[in-house]
């Protein structure tokens, strides 16, 4: 399954930056949570980053769903160029 991915993001550089891009964004995202968990953070505080989060989830699914939507469709197009030769 690895290989699949790994031709199918080959396909779609801007792939690979955008999962860099979501990588770093959640170590950010733990870095804050640990540091709000130590530190006794302000639940209006955690409340925005809670915020941030849901956000973020959403953007990945959304993104995924996209990025799967065009290697399926890239697919079926090479499908059907296969069948009609």
């Known amino acids: 399954m690895s290989n699949h991915n790994s031709e199918a ?28 968990v130590e530190s006794n953070t302000d639940s209006v505080v955690l409340a925005r980053l809670g915020d941030d989060l849901d956000e973020y ?20 197009i090479s499908v059907s160029e296969c069948v009609c030769c």
């Open 9 to 36: 993001r080959h396909d779609f550089p801007e792939a690979d930056v955008l999962i860099n891009a979501f990588r770093a964004h959640y170590q950010h995202f733990v870095t804050d949570i640990h540091q709000a």
């Open 57 to 76: 989830y959403n953007l990945v699914l959304e993104v995924s769903h996209s990025y799967m939507l065009r290697v399926y469709n890239d697919q079926i």
